[in-house]
């Protein structure tokens, strides 16, 4: 009987400690665990700031670069104003007075104005970049605003040239022609009335640009314009 009793105590008493063994490692994996989520929360975060660190420098890098786009068109921009102004200029150095035959006309003046306004440089400079829509405007605009400016037949020269570019001939030709027939002794009229020549002969109208070519020669004589008016009448 005793016996029994003591067995049965051990039973018992060994799954007391079974039991406790299996609390403490419960206890001790349900720690770890714990600790392992600890851990990962703590990496998410230094992960989170570390991508807020980066987003900010990304940031901070495209605004330069932006800056940076910004400045380049600008100096862009000023770049072919410049270039406008030089081209110009050199034109106008480089034409001498044309020897004209016309009876009871105004002789040539030479501009009183320093240099071409700013308003007709930036007219020019949409030109350079083949921004011909908008270039007619501009000039259009700098006649307007500037009516007795000595680039203003300049301007009307160059409106010609955009419609040209633009192929719309029955423009480019009546913007030609009023050049030729309203300033004769500008320093453009000859190039006025070559251009109307190849308009002509755009349009198809040979006779008509033969016949302007050979009266640029006879206007004109000493001109660049009247030298390629006698290639092509050369050519035909």
């Given at each position: 009987m005793a016996t029994g009793i003591r067995q049965t105590a051990c039973i018992l008493s060994s799954l007391v400690l079974t039991g406790c063994a299996s609390h403490d490692l419960m206890i001790k994996r349900q720690a770890e665990a714990e600790a392992k989520i600890e851990h990962l929360i703590q990496v998410d975060k230094m992960n989170s700031q570390h991508m807020n660190d980066l987003s900010g420098q990304i940031q901070s890098l495209d605004n330069q670069n932006k800056d940076f786009a910004t400045q380049i068109k600008q100096l862009q921009?000023?770049?072919?104003?410049?270039?406008?102004?030089r081209f110009e200029s050199a034109i106008r150095n480089s034409q001498t007075t044309p020897k004209i035959e016309i009876v009871n006309q105004e002789p040539f003046t030479r501009s009183k104005e320093s240099g071409p306004?700013?308003?007709?440089?930036?007219?020019?400079?949409?030109?350079?970049?083949?921004?011909?829509?908008?270039?007619i405007k501009a000039f259009e605009a700098f006649i307007h605003n500037s009516p007795k400016s000595d680039y203003v037949t300049n301007a009307i020269y160059w409106i010609g040239e955009c419609h040209y570019s633009l192929s719309d001939l029955p423009?480019?030709?009546?913007?030609?022609?009023?050049?030729?027939?309203?300033y004769p002794n500008s320093a453009k009229a000859p190039d006025a009335m070559l251009k109307l020549g190849y308009t002509q002969a755009a349009m198809k109208e040979r006779d008509k640009s033969l016949k302007t070519f050979e009266e640029l020669i006879k206007r004109y004589p000493s001109s660049p314009a009247a030298v390629k008016a006698r290639e092509r009448l050369t050519a035909h």
């Open positions: 921009i000023a770049l072919r104003e410049m270039q406008a102004t306004p700013s308003e007709y440089v930036k007219a020019f400079g949409l030109y350079s970049t083949n921004n011909f829509s908008a270039a423009k480019s030709l009546k913007t030609f022609q009023k050049i030729v027939d309203g």
